[in-house]
C-alpha cells in the first residue's frame, strides 16, 4: 500500500457538491484533475460513513509510562540479579499495575542498549599524537627520544 496524502475540507467539499449536482465519477475527475479512482474511492467512503471528516488515526497505547521504564532501568542498574516479580511488586506499592512480561521486555531492551553503549563508549581508541608531531613540538635530547620510544 502507497503513502495518501489527505485531501483538503475546500477539494472534499468541491467534489460532493459535483457529485450532489449529478455529475458523473469521469466528469468530476476531469473537473479537478483528480483520478477516477479518487474520486470513486472518496465517494464510496462517504457513502459508508455519511461524513466527510476523516477519523484520527489510531495507535497502540504504551503499557507502561516513562518514569515507570526509568524506575525499571533504574532497579536494574543497582542490582542485576533483580527478577521481574520483584520489580513487579515494588510497582503494585506505588499503584502501579505490570505483567512480569512488559517488565522483562523493558528491563531487556533498555539494559542491552545501555550495554552496547557503554562497550562503545569505554574500548573505542584513544587518539594519539604521532612520533614526528611529538618529536617537533618537545625539545628531545637523543637519549630522551630513544627512551621514550622504547629503542635502547
Known amino acids: 500500500m502507497g503513502s495518501r496524502k489527505e485531501l483538503s475540507k475546500d477539494l472534499r467539499n468541491k467534489v460532493m457538491k459535483l457529485y450532489k449536482d449529478g455529475k458523473g ?7 479537478l484533475q483528480m483520478p477516477v479512482s479518487t474520486i470513486q474511492s472518496f465517494i464510496k467512503k462517504w457513502k459508508i460513513q455519511g461524513s466527510l471528516d476523516t477519523k484520527p488515526r489510531s495507535g497502540i497505547a504504551k503499557k507502561i ?6 524506575r525499571i532501568v533504574r532497579d536494574t542498574k543497582k542490582n542485576p540479579q533483580v527478577t521481574s516479580g520483584e520489580i513487579q511488586a515494588a510497582q503494585e506499592k506505588d499503584g502501579v499495575v505490570v505483567s512480569s512480561s512488559t517488565i522483562q521486555q523493558y528491563k531487556n531492551k533498555k539494559i542491552a542498549a545501555w550495554s552496547s553503549f557503554q562497550k562503545e563508549a569505554f574500548t573505542a581508541p584513544m587518539p594519539q599524537k604521532s612520533l614526528v608531531t611529538i618529536c617537533l613540538t618537545t625539545p628531545w635530547h637523543t637519549s630522551q627520544l630513544l627512551a621514550h620510544c622504547n629503542l635502547e
Do not use: D, G
Not at 25 to 31: E, V
Not at 65 to 70: E, H
Open 65 to 70: 509510562s516513562a518514569k515507570t521504564v526509568r
Open 25 to 31: 465519477y469521469q466528469k468530476i475527475s476531469k473537473a
